[in-house]
């Protein structure tokens, strides 16, 4: 019989022959997930001797992972500030990035937005994580897969935002009134080239839903479609917070500067590259 440590010493040279990042890490989550444990409960008993029950829980996560599926889709859930999200192949797993996306534009707003609207919602971080922010906002989220909306909604369920946030199967603008206006208008799109998409991790390009990941041969066709559109759906003096490639902006300014937007900015990511643009459309 091992022990909970030796499993884990042993896990985590299995993983990283295999080609996965921080192989110690992950074989603790996976592990400390099939016992039922916290990370720092898993600490407490590593002369803890394992039985032959508790060794057939923990293989089929360790060959998963081994597989380069994703360690948030093998567990079930992520952290996204402060939510606890359920994640699988039906959404893309929410990223460090997204999350300063939501920090920016929390800190941004100086008055607390009425109208929100979340394009291509994916897992529902963004949407939920701003329906706690701002509890008097009437937040809208769409997303064009049945999946990725139904996966929100039961992060909705699970947070206690349920009624928070509309759902809505669109296109981006397309199914929205064309009266419709929102103060806020947040978007984590697909932004990769078909060839930065191709050169990603196993983890992403086999696992993660491509629609999510790609747009058009340059990366740039979702981005342009949301920001030439976004002007007749922004209040008088809303804000447009994008997330996007870090080659894009000369060409995403150009764009927010020539569809009437009176002040566009770029923002750096914590690897500080331009990673977000924000524009304002005229009070």
Not at 22 to 46: D, T, V
Not at 87 to 107: C, K, M, N, Q
Request: net charge negative.
């Amino acid at each position: 019989m091992l022990s909970v440590l030796e499993i884990i010493q042993k896990t985590a040279e299995f993983l990283g022959g295999k080609g996965v990042e921080s192989p110690r890490l992950n074989a603790e989550h996976l592990i400390g997930h099939a016992l039922g444990l916290k990370r720092m409960q898993l600490y407490l008993q590593f002369e803890r001797l394992l039985t032959e029950p508790e060794l057939e829980k923990i293989r089929p996560l360790v060959r998963r992972r081994a597989s380069r599926e994703p360690l948030q889709y093998i567990v079930g859930t992520t952290d996204f500030h402060g939510l606890k999200l359920k994640v699988d192949r039906r959404a893309l797993i929410p990223r460090p990035e997204t999350e300063l996306l939501v920090e920016t534009v929390i800190g941004l707003c100086a008055m607390p937005p009425a109208q929100v609207l979340d394009l291509g919602t994916g897992s529902g971080a963004i949407a939920l994580t701003l329906a706690a922010a701002f509890p008097n906002a009437q937040v809208t989220a769409v997303d064009v897969s049945d999946d990725a909306l139904a996966l929100a909604a039961e992060n909705a369920e699970s947070t206690g935002l349920a009624g928070r946030v509309r759902w809505l199967r669109s296109s981006w603008f397309e199914a929205l009134a064309p009266d419709t206006r929102f103060d806020l208008l947040v978007s984590n799109p697909p932004y990769l080239s078909a060839e930065e998409t191709a050169e990603t991790t196993p983890e992403v390009r086999q696992h993660e839903p491509a629609a999510a990941l790609t747009a058009g041969a340059n990366g740039l066709a979702d981005l342009q479609a949301i920001i030439t559109g976004a002007r007749a759906h922004l209040a008088p003096g809303g804000l447009l917070a994008l997330e996007t490639g870090i080659a894009q902006h000369a060409e995403l300014v150009r764009l927010a500067t020539a569809s009437g937007f009176v002040r566009v900015e770029s923002r750096q990511d914590l690897t500080r590259r331009d990673r977000f643009l924000l524009a304002w459309s005229a009070t």
